[in-house]
T-cell receptor, first 112, second 115 residues
Framework: DSGVTQTPKHLITATGQRVTLRCSPRSGDLSVYWYQQSLDQGLQFLIQ???????AKGNILERFSAQQFPDLHSELNLSSLELGDSALYFCASSGQGAHEQFFGPGTRLTVL | AQSVTQLDSHVSVSEGTPVLLRCNYS??????LFWYVQHPNKGLQLLLKYTSAATLVKGINGFEAEFKKSETSFHLTKPSAHMSDAAEYFCVVSSTNFGNEKLTFGTGTRLTIIP
């Protein structure tokens, strides 16, 4: 158990819909990262937040957005969903100055 | 820019024999390197990390990796494979640029253990 929690574990929705994925980092970790894992793209970095502020952006679509709240939990919002958005979405967290990231169990999103 | 190449997409070994998973990296900065393991339908677990200390790094479950700067390699090894080692393994390079931590993942190596 990494100490990073993600909800929900599974999400099934339809094209055009909007969903919110939630992540709670390990106690004391200020950085939260979001990743997408799909069969064709592999593991892709989406976005990083540090203590409430956006720190780095990766291959995140404009339809996707994220935020980190004062209690340090983070949410990833996916809108206008397409079939190709079906994937595993992972959240990770790290401590200040630490290089390694600790991953949550993921949310499996299925878009029908 | 940084990148990671995992040289084998699939590796099969017999139980009790050595494991070698190969990884080459490229990085413009002094890199940190990691190996993560992902068991089916699970999240990623950190196996070991190299952060410019000892070049031979020991991790969990008997795995170790050696950082070779001259070869830009960070291969993962284990002397004796166990059935529970069957999983997907990811080599990862990290660089910190102006406080932004960026992980770049390899495409993964699926390890199969033959009984």
């Amino acid at each position: 158990d990494s100490g990073v929690t993600q909800t929900p574990k599974h999400l099934i929705t339809a094209t055009g819909q909007r969903v919110t994925l939630r992540c709670s980092p390990r106690s004391g970790d200020l950085s939260v990262y979001w990743y997408q894992q799909s069969l064709d793209q592999g593991l892709q970095f989406l976005i990083q937040y540090y203590n409430g502020e956006e720190r780095a952006k990766g291959n995140i679509l404009e339809r996707f957005s994220a935020q980190q709240f004062p209690d340090l939990h983070s949410e990833l919002n996916l809108s206008s969903l397409e079939l190709g958005d079906s994937a595993l979405y992972f959240c990770a967290s790290s401590g200040q100055g630490a290089h390694e990231q600790f991953f949550g169990p993921g949310t499996r999103l299925t878009v029908l | 820019a940084q990148s990671v190449t995992q040289l084998d997409s699939h590796v099969s070994v017999s139980e009790g024999t050595p494991v070698l998973l190969r990884c080459n990296y490229s990085s413009s900065y002094s890199p940190s390197l990691f190996w993560y393991v992902q068991h089916p339908n699970k999240g990623l677990q950190l196996l070991l990390k190299y952060t410019s200390a000892a070049t031979l790094v020991k991790g969990i479950n008997g795995f170790e990796a050696e950082f070779k700067k001259s070869e830009t390699s960070f291969h993962l090894t284990k002397p004796s494979a166990h059935m529970s080692d069957a999983a997907e393994y990811f080599c990862v390079v990290s660089s910190t640029n102006f406080g932004n931590e960026k992980l770049t993942f390899g495409t993964g190596t699926r390890l199969t253990i033959i009984p």
